[in-house]
């Protein structure tokens, strides 16, 4: 059920973005598919249960919070990644 007050908030989505002129810089290797290697958990001090098996990244949820992240240099900016599994 929807309420009635709720209909007053509900506003039209944005238009669409004009892709046509959209490029993609050079692909960047994220994971290798074979180990944990340039990846470090968010909170060094706990249990690590990520792993990879098969080349792909899995997660054997012993820590009670916190995530993987990598920090790369990309066209001499610092990108930071989260992965949350």
């Known amino acids: 059920m929807i309420l009635p007050h709720l209909l007053e908030q509900i506003t039209s989505p944005p238009p669409a973005p004009d892709l046509t002129k959209l490029k993609f810089g050079t692909a960047i290797t994220l994971f290798n598919g074979k180990d944990l290697s ?3 958990l968010t909170n060094e001090k706990q249990k690590n249960g990520f792993y990879v098996k098969e080349g792909i990244l899995a997660n054997n949820p012993v820590q009670t919070e ?12 610092k990108r930071y990644l989260m992965i949350l599994i």
Do not use: D, N, R
């Not at 916190?66 to 900016?77: C, D, K, P, T, Y």
């Open 38 to 40: 340039g990846w470090k």
């Open 66 to 77: 916190g995530a993987l992240i990598s920090v790369m240099e990309i066209s001499g900016q």
